[in-house]
């Protein structure tokens, strides 16, 4: 919280690739996390949205915006009605919904296509195994 509370005093005169923090146009006009407006988060797996709705969006109300793992989508939930998380890229769907928006259909897109095909395949199989098993136990029955 004292990052947020005051960014040039606790960043002091720190360097990133030689540049003083102080002089990135990207810091102007921004001292607390007032200042910021929109957060996205990009927890993965670790379940840590809880923490940047505490950290961000309870004390300065920042809309928070998550990325992560399709998993953690019920944990998320329940931040959507009280606009704690403002939206989700969850998993490998989201990502693919996202490139889709964009009208720039690219990794993610294919990888969901595949799991899709993946998952019709073993229903295909399964049905096809009820009907050859189906099929040899009604045989078996007129002998």
């Known amino acids: 919280m004292a990052f947020l509370s005051d960014m ?10 030689g540049t003083d ?7 102007e006009g921004i001292n607390t996390g007032e200042d910021i407006k929109d957060v996205i988060w ?6 840590s949205e809880p ?6 969006n309870a004390p300065f109300g920042a809309r928070l915006t998550s990325i992560s793992v399709t ?4 944990t998320i939930t329940p931040y959507f009605p009280t606009n704690q998380i403002h939206g989700t890229m ?5 990502s693919a919904e ?13 990888q969901t296509l595949a799991t899709s095909f993946a998952g019709m ?6 049905v096809l195994g009820n009907i050859i098993y189906l099929y040899e136990r009604s045989g078996r029955r007129e002998e």
């Not at 923090?21 to 810091?27: K, S, Y």
């Not at 395949?121 to 399964?126: D, H, P, Q, T």
């Open 21 to 27: 923090v102080n002089t990135l146009p990207l810091m």
């Open 98 to 110: 996202v490139e889709m928006l964009m009208n720039r259909p690219g990794f993610c897109f294919g």
């Open 51 to 56: 923490y940047g709705v505490r950290q961000w």
């Open 42 to 47: 990009a927890g993965g797996a670790s379940g």
């Open 71 to 74: 998993m953690l989508l019920p």
């Open 121 to 126: 395949f073993f229903l295909i199989m399964v």
């Open 90 to 94: 969850n998993g490998l769907r989201g």
């Open 8 to 17: 040039r005093g606790s960043i002091g005169s720190r360097y990133l690739f």
